[in-house]
């Protein structure tokens, strides 16, 4: 059995963001990874994934993410050597590839169970993320369809669909920027919930953020909802999807009814045919650890205020969307709910018990 005050799980940029903060304050505590070399989900992306602002609006706190040379917009390979990078400057205690398996609660103590032994702790900070909970909706006939279907998580390049007829569904940043991807090489058919929101072509994720944040301070005030980031729009426009737009090739067909051994059916009796799917079609939190403590609420989510848990005051949840701290999933987001979450954890650890 091993101990310590705190057990972070993910080592990817949330993980990070409260070790820092965690090694600020002073405290014990240990990362365990479940994957086997540093960079967290940014390792797994597609190929021409870039980041939504200039690299010294991506940081981590306490260190500016350097400039890429030649971009503006940062590729992913270049987050995942920035936080490699952190975690060694840092000399966070990151253990991997160490799969936690669930969490329960242990008098007064939290026990964390793994593929690699148990932790004895008092208290515990969920940053699992999404990537590894892709979601795709439960289209009449998918079980139908001869061709090939991925979700984003397994999208990598164009080249591995050129001269393909390529059906790419879903309106948000993922599905606008691989129907980019694909837009130049193959038969390409953009399929939409709704028409595509862009944002304004001068919006990036330094305007979203503070977008994000105004919209927490107005809740938290009490004043009326200004709405956040999705008043604004789905889509950035990044370079690469403002370019396939603005040469016509964005063109959203609407949600269709069904697929087909051959593609897809709209409700009209159209069809398409089609060689391959691609469902951009977004994700869950990854919370199946946390089963033990029965603490799922609505949408899969876990009630709590800031990032602690409602029904578990040693248990706090961070990087997983706004629902744990404005813009909480993006990297310049994630450092003030860190910051937050590791003061409340200071603070509950060093109480008279």
Not at 28 to 53: K, N, R
Not at 74 to 103: I, K
Not at 159 to 173: A, Q, S
């Amino acid at each position: 059995m091993n101990h310590t005050e705190v057990v972070v799980i993910g080592g990817g940029q949330a993980g990070l963001a409260v070790g820092y903060h965690l090694r600020r304050l002073g405290l014990d505590f240990v990362i365990l990874d479940a994957q086997p070399t540093p960079g967290g989900a940014w390792q797994h992306t597609w190929d021409s994934l870039h980041l939504f602002s200039p690299a010294a609006h991506s940081s981590l706190p306490g260190r500016l993410m350097p400039p890429q040379p030649g971009e503006t917009y940062p590729e992913a390979a270049h987050v995942v050597t920035y936080l490699t990078d952190y975690e060694q400057r840092y000399e966070l205690p990151v253990v991997r590839p160490v799969h936690v398996e669930a969490v329960h609660r242990d008098g007064e103590f939290l026990r964390v169970e793994t593929d690699s032994g148990t932790w004895q702790v008092g208290a515990v900070v969920s940053a699992t993320g999404t990537w590894s909970r892709p979601f795709i909706p439960a289209v009449p006939g998918r079980t139908e369809f001869k061709g090939t279907q991925l979700h984003t998580v397994e999208y990598r390049s164009p080249t591995d669909f050129t001269g393909r007829r390529v059906i790419v569904v879903g309106g948000g940043n993922s599905g606008a920027q691989i129907a980019a991807d694909l837009a130049y090489d193959t038969d390409l058919t953009w399929v939409t919930l709704r028409e595509p929101r862009y944002l304004p072509d001068d919006i990036d994720g330094r305007a979203l953020f503070d977008h994000a944040t105004a919209r927490r301070r107005a809740l938290d005030e009490g004043r009326t909802d200004t709405g956040g980031v999705a008043s604004l729009g789905d889509i950035v426009a990044v370079p690469p999807v403002r370019a396939a737009r603005d040469a016509g090739l964005l063109k959203a067909q609407p949600m269709f009814a069904r697929l087909t051994a051959a593609g897809v059916e709209w409700s009209d009796g159209m069809t398409a045919e089609a060689d391959a799917i691609v469902w951009c079609t977004g994700f869950r939190p990854a919370l199946s650890h946390l089963a033990p403590l029965g603490l799922r609420g609505p949408r899969g989510h876990i009630p709590t205020t800031g990032t602690q848990a409602l029904g578990e005051p040693r248990l706090h949840l961070l990087g997983y969307g706004d629902w744990t701290g404005p813009a909480s999933a993006t990297l310049i987001g994630v450092g003030r709910p860190a910051r937050e979450a590791a003061r409340a954890l200071a603070d509950f650890l060093n109480r008279p018990r």
